[in-house]
């Protein structure tokens, strides 16, 4: 009894989880979370391993010391905000199924759960204007990709005529290039029309995804605070931490 | 891969046949053939994974419940509880196998094995016992994960691993039980005895010489028990056990002694003995004439006789000094009438042969040299075969048959002794022995049963004299001792046995005491002739060394926070190309380095120790890993 009292204390001792969350978890939505058990005795494994970690379980059956565990499950997170990870339970009946030994685990992981991008319920249709096959939100620019060939009308500059095309139809061609980017949105999170706050904040969120895909750049006035519109990763992911923070401090 | 399912049914079917087979030749005919026929279809049933379900086994297993029950009695207890053990084993092995199933098998073979050691406690058993308890605790660890997932399937890599953590276990194990062995207090009687019956063990020695009883005497070669001690000449070997002073007039029995008689033995060359017996009488053999018994209650009586206080004391250790083939004198003589009682239904013929005698002899000595000559002139033969049955056996050995055992010696050269005016009595015990030269001690069983007799002479003692000798082939039947291999052979595996019931069965309580009796007494042999200064002077000189050097190592002794610290400062100063500072922050440093992991150390760290805390056992362990993972994550 002894022995196995200790073999069992030992198999538990020196586990360490580890969770890898994406960048950008929305509230509502499934979000894939990863759970990295940790060995670190040097010598001995650990057996059947059970770590809880938000209601989910994973099995771990034998884990060699000073190795790694990679386990994944689909959670859904819900409330915008702060969110935190304190600890995980990791559970043993080894070595015999007579007791079974349990111990928390650390993982102090701090987070941000963004809002739930919906938009159905705030009665937007955004799609109704769009058919198939246009691309309505593409303008003529210069810094963009090649949209097509057309006539030059000598309002062109020099370096968009296309002198090969030019000499082969006897008149100047000139290439047409894109916009790379859109006509810039500004979103006013009272000017939307949900029925309440976390309404408009959600369908703000939406709509900065949405417009972002589009490539135009995207602003946001939250009442007092203006964030000025602009086009790139960080920045639409610092609209996404302001909304999920909004009214939350 | 390997199945756990497949390694846990190999190892209950081992567990199982450990728990058969010593029990097996003890066993009933039909619980005897059950258990392999059920071995057999339950490895079957396993491979289909088609058991018996439903009611079946348990109506069956009622069944037999009721029928063994039926047949326990207070003589019988054993026979029918291990019958319906194996019974029981057998109907499980068959039957679907849970988890508390293979549990159920587990103690069930347990218990058959310790059943089996109400029959023989040879070291066989040990051996059975080892191998139990190591497949048991492999097994109970196999179960576990079978627990965890029925189906489980494991690389072979890590079945070895699995099977060597469940090897460790039994084998961590082992130390703690000899310790336990060694130092748990015991009874000293066993506790199982209770459900041993009497005369479950065969011997030849009783407490009263009744010949005519029974045509021939069996002859069982059970050890008796076995004497630590120097070679001896063979014919000094006679181990007394009882002393029977009364004739009957069908019988020799143990009757009261006279209050004023105490045996003294005359001095002489002493032999040491050690005896290791199973003492199922009570009476405690010694080497013929003992002076001498410790190591056991023992109340020595006037005619040199021990008995143990309560009967039936298991196996005991005993240590008796003696003088071989002395005679035993008495300090104020002895009551000669009352050794030389006898009733008046003896035979005619025997009556006028002791008559004779005492005409003829003169004193004591010479009838009884008289009575040997009548012996040894009568042609009788010794015979454990063809023995005198009939109303008057005594007087049938001696002119009719003329062929008895010892007993028949002993009872009527007793018999004529008392007739002839001799003050005499008749000695119950063993004759003999095998040497055995490597463990040094005698084996004496139980076809050495023997009976002889003591003669009174005035002026000397009570004189041992065997009649048997005067036999015209005693010598030739008993005398001899078989040679060969088988029995050498026999005598080398008795010597396990010798060493199994010195160092394991005769191990008890009073040993543990002197044990620790051994110890405090050299304790207290130790020359203390204390001098105080110099005392204290040594206890300085040891101490003040001991204080300052843990002192100094408590100064020096780095926390668990400063030496992860240290290697947090290191992996960085290696990945990093850093200047690190000493007055520059361990936040400061984590910024710099740009690295999240490193970050996260810092925040962590510094949130416990900057608010003057320890680092709790989560914190540590995660530090840990983010230690790791900041070794192994690239720049």
Redesign the interface.
């Known amino acids: 009894m002894?022995?196995?009292g200790i073999?069992g204390w030992h198999n538990i001792r020196?586990?360490?989880?580890?969770v890898e969350l994406p960048d950008e978890i929305y509230s509502g939505l499934a979000t894939l979370v990863t759970v990295r058990l940790?060995n670190?005795k040097r010598l001995f494994?650990s057996?059947?391993l059970r770590s809880t970690l938000l209601e989910n379980s994973v099995?771990t059956?034998?884990l060699?010391g000073e190795q790694e565990e990679t386990n994944s499950f689909v959670h859904t997170f819900s409330g915008r905000g702060k969110h935190s990870l304190p600890?995980a339970e990791i559970r043993s009946?080894?070595?015999?199924?007579f007791f079974v030994r349990r111990r928390?685990?650390?993982?102090?992981r701090d987070f941000l759960v963004f809002p739930s991008p919906i938009y159905g319920a705030a009665g937007i249709n955004l799609e109704n204007n769009l058919r198939k096959g246009d691309s309505p939100m593409l303008r003529k620019g210069f810094d963009g990709e090649l949209a097509r060939i057309a006539d030059y009308t000598g309002n062109e500059p020099m370096k968009l005529i296309h002198w090969r095309l030019s000499a082969k139809f006897d008149e100047l061609k000139v290439r047409e290039l894109n916009s790379s980017s859109g006509e810039p949105v500004m979103i006013d999170i009272d000017a939307l029309p949900g029925r309440d706050l976390e309404e408009n904040i959600s369908l703000a969120c939406f709509l900065i995804n949405r417009i972002m895909g589009q490539n135009r750049p995207v602003g946001l006035k939250l009442r007092e605070k203006i964030i000025r519109p602009a086009f790139s990763r960080g920045h639409r992911l610092n609209l996404l931490t302001e909304l999920a923070l909004y009214g939350k401090d | 891969m390997a199945r756990i399912s497949t390694l846990i049914n190999l190892l209950t079917y081992g567990i199982a046949l450990i728990g058969y087979a010593p029990l097996a030749p003890h066993l009933e005919t039909i619980p005897r053939l059950i258990f392999p026929v059920s071995l057999v279809c339950g490895i079957i049933a396993d491979r289909k994974r088609r058991w018996l379900t439903g009611s079946l086994p348990t109506i069956v297993s009622i069944l037999f419940f009721i029928f063994y029950s039926t047949q326990l009695s207070k003589a019988n207890l054993v026979g029918p509880a291990v019958n319906l053990l194996i019974v029981l084993l057998s109907i499980r092995l068959i039957s679907e196998k849970k988890v508390r199933n293979y549990l159920q098998i587990f103690v069930l073979s347990l218990f058959s094995l310790a059943g089996s050691s109400l029959f023989s406690l040879d070291p066989l058993f040990l051996a059975y016992l080892i191998s139990l308890l190591f497949l048991v605790a492999m097994a109970l660890v196999i179960l576990t994960f079978h627990a965890a997932d029925n189906d489980l399937e494991l690389p072979g890599r890590g079945m070895k691993t699995v099977l060597s953590v469940a090897l460790i276990i039994p084998v961590a194990a082992l130390p703690l039980i000899c310790l336990f062995f060694t130092i748990l207090p015991r009874t000293q009687f066993p506790l199982w005895n209770f459900l041993n019956s009497a005369g479950s063990k065969v011997t030849a020695f009783s407490e009263k010489v009744q010949p005519g009883s029974a045509a021939s005497i069996g002859e069982v070669k059970e050890p008796a028990f076995r004497v630590e001690c120097e070679k001896l000449d063979k014919e000094r070997l006679y181990w007394r056990g009882i002393v029977l002073n009364n004739f009957t007039g069908n019988a020799w029995v143990k009757g009261d002694l006279p209050a004023d008689e105490r045996g003294r033995v005359a001095k002489g060359t002493v032999v040491r003995q050690t005896f290791y017996s199973g003492s199922g009488t009570g009476y405690l053999f010694t080497l013929n004439a003992p002076l001498l018994i410790t190591g056991v209650r023992g109340n020595l009586s006037g005619d040199l006789v021990f008995k143990s206080p309560p009967p039936s004391a298991g196996r005991m250790k005993y240590e008796v000094e003696s003088i071989p083939g002395s005679i035993i004198g008495t300090t104020r003589g002895i009551d000669r009438n009352y050794y030389l009682r006898l009733p008046s239904s003896l035979s005619p013929r025997m009556t006028s042969v002791g008559r004779e005698i005492a005409k003829k002899g003169k004193n004591d000595a010479e009838r009884v040299d008289l009575l040997k000559e009548f012996y040894l002139s009568s042609g009788i033969s010794y015979a454990t075969r063809g023995l005198p049955v009939s109303s008057e056996p005594l007087d049938e050995f001696l002119f009719v048959k003329k062929r008895g055992n010892c007993e028949f010696f002993a009872a009527s050269f007793a018999i004529l002794l008392r007739a002839a005016g001799v003050p005499s009595r008749v000695v119950g015990g063993y004759f003999g022995g095998e040497y055995n030269e490597l463990g040094g001690y005698y084996l004496v069983t139980e076809d050495m049963a023997h009976a002889w007799v003591e003669a009174y002479l005035s002026g000397t003692g009570w004189v041992t004299i065997d009649p048997s000798a005067f036999s015209a082939d005693f010598r030739q039947i008993v005398g001899n001792s078989p040679t060969g291999l088988a029995y050498r052979l026999g005598l080398f595996l008795d010597s396990f046995n010798f060493y199994w019931d010195r160092a394991v069965i005769s191990y008890d309580l009073e040993r543990q005491f002197s044990l620790v009796n051994k110890i405090t007494l050299r304790v207290r042999q130790l020359p203390i002739n204390i001098d105080y200064k110099a005392l204290l002077f040594s206890v300085a000189v040891t101490l003040v060394p001991a204080v300052l050097i843990i002192a100094v190592l408590r100064l020096n002794r780095v926390a668990r926070e400063e030496r992860i610290l240290r290697r947090f400062l290191r992996i960085l100063k290696r990945k990093y190309p850093l200047e690190i500072d000493p007055s520059t922050g361990i936040l400061e440093l984590a910024d710099n380095s740009r690295d999240p992991v490193a970050k996260r150390f810092a925040d962590v760290y510094c949130r416990a120790v900057y608010s003057d805390r320890r680092l709790d056992d989560d914190e540590f362990l995660l530090l840990e890993d983010l230690l790791l993972s900041l070794k192994s994550s690239r720049r």
Do not use: D, Q, W
């Not at chain 1, 020196?14 to 580890?18: E, N, W, Y």
């Not at chain 1, 009946?93 to 199924?97: A, G, R, T």
């Not at chain 1, 928390?104 to 102090?108: C, D, K, L, P």
């Open positions: 002894s022995v196995t073999v020196r586990l360490g989880i580890r940790h670190s494994p057996f059947l099995t059956y034998i060699n600890s009946p080894f070595p015999v199924n928390r685990s650390a993982i102090n």
